[in-house]
């Protein structure tokens, strides 16, 4: 099978998937039964690298979706809090840290965002 200019193969792919949740490079390369050299040449690729990329952001966003679907549930547990002024020091850092998160999320992908949207004029002209 021949790949396609500005597409990866399948083992690229797996690559990418086993390097979303690897702890380096190395653990990636022996997971996947890829020489080291050979992961680090494809990390230097434009089309792996874009692919990956996509896949980091598409990741991030099924993350980012998760948190917002806590983000009411977190809401209404300080808000509870606050109302019967027990305490509750856990339940409310639990509360605190999935906020804090979802707001981190956010601002990175706006900021994500705003940097392709760059990167696009730059690469236009």
Known sequence: ????????????????????????IQQASETCG???????RWLGDPTFKAA????EGETLDAATRRLAGLGNDAIDTMAAIMANGENE?????????????LLRLRELR???????ALEAVIYEK
């Open 110 to 116: 706006g900021v994500e965002e705003r940097l392709a």
């Open 89 to 101: 020091t856990t339940r409310l850092r639990a509360a605190q840290g999935i906020l804090d998160n």
């Open 34 to 40: 890829l020489a080291y050299k050979t992961l680090r």
């Open 52 to 55: 990956l990329i996509q896949r």
């Open 1 to 24: 099978m021949t790949q396609k200019k500005g597409q990866i193969t399948a083992q690229q792919t797996k690559a990418i998937e086993v390097l979303l949740t690897s702890r380096s």
